[in-house]
């Protein structure tokens, strides 16, 4: 006696091998390498204190990072499309890293990432007190592009401050070392570590720190926070040339 199988099961068992089959094929694709961008301030939420007695703490630090590129030997930059990233830490909670953002990838020799610090456009989302000021019926009427919270003590006085600035630059923060990446199964991820503690010292006397509630002060302090960053990278897959 010969059976047969009705036509809807056979489409219905075609489709489950098809899914099936697709799956295991995906299991085995190669994927495209990684890169992922952190940010973190080491230590930021103990005091420090400089040989002249001044101290100071930082609580919370907010930027703005937009059109990320890393940087590669002999071939284009692996670019990242203008989009803004909201950057913030909070050295009083638990979050000690923040993510400015991932992306894949195209393999080569890479030596460093740049990226523009940026106020946010008048349309921003972003809804930070720090970053967006606002009138009394909701518009935006400013934008920063970074802000530093903190607590110091000057020449004996203790001082609150928020510094924030509506800079515009573009910035390159080179790798240790550049490091060969594959076009595929391998993942490149790139630290920057806040040098906090550099910020806001003097550059006439090392020892003092330099008063963020002076408007004197605002351009030196604003480039120490822009380009006073220690890069770490790690890496799978990589090699370290």
């Known amino acids: 006696m010969k059976y047969h199988i009705p036509s809807n099961i056979l489409i219905c068992l075609l489709v489950i091998i098809t899914i099936i089959t697709g799956c295991l094929d995906s299991d085995f694709e190669e994927q495209p390498t990684l890169f992922s961008l952190t940010l973190t301030l080491p230590d930021a939420g103990d005091w420090y204190e400089t040989e002249a007695g001044d101290s100071l703490r930082i609580l919370n630090f907010k930027m703005v990072i937009d059109s990320i590129e890393v940087m590669k030997q002999g071939l284009e930059n692996d670019i990242f499309e203008p989009d803004p990233?909201?950057?913030?830490?909070?050295?009083?909670?638990?979050?000690?890293?923040?993510?400015?953002?991932?992306?894949?990838?195209?393999?080569?020799?890479?030596?460093?990432?740049?990226?523009?610090?940026?106020?946010?456009?008048?349309?921003?989302?972003?809804?930070?007190?720090?970053?967006?000021?606002?009138?009394?019926?909701?518009?935006?009427?400013?934008?920063?592009?970074?802000?530093?919270?903190?607590?110091?003590?000057?020449?004996?006085?203790?001082?609150?401050f928020t510094f924030r600035s509506?800079?515009?630059?573009?910035?390159?923060?080179?790798?240790?070392?550049?490091?060969?990446?594959?076009e595929t199964m391998g993942t490149l991820q790139v630290?920057?570590?806040?040098?906090?503690?550099?910020?806001?010292?003097?550059?006439?006397?090392?020892?003092?720190?330099l008063d963020p509630n002076d408007e004197a002060n605002r351009s030196h302090i604003e480039q120490s926070i822009i380009h006073q960053f220690e890069v770490v990278t790690s890496d799978v897959g990589g090699t370290i040339q």
């Not at 967006?132 to 609150?160: K, P």
């Not at 509506?166 to 594959?182: A, C, I, K, N, S």
């Not at 630290?191 to 720190?209: A, E, V």
């Open 85 to 160: 990233r909201f950057v913030v830490l909070s050295t009083t909670g638990f979050m000690d890293e923040s993510s400015i953002g991932t992306g894949g990838l195209t393999g080569g020799r890479y030596e460093g990432v740049e990226f523009t610090v940026a106020p946010p456009s008048m349309e921003t989302q972003i809804d930070d007190e720090h970053l967006v000021v606002r009138n009394e019926i909701g518009e935006v009427i400013s934008t920063y592009s970074m802000a530093v919270i903190g607590i110091a003590q000057i020449d004996g006085e203790v001082i609150s």
């Open 191 to 209: 630290q920057l570590r806040g040098l906090w503690h550099d910020w806001f010292i003097d550059p006439n006397d090392y020892t003092r720190l």
């Open 166 to 182: 509506d800079v515009t630059e573009r910035v390159l923060h080179g790798f240790m070392q550049p490091v060969e990446m594959p």
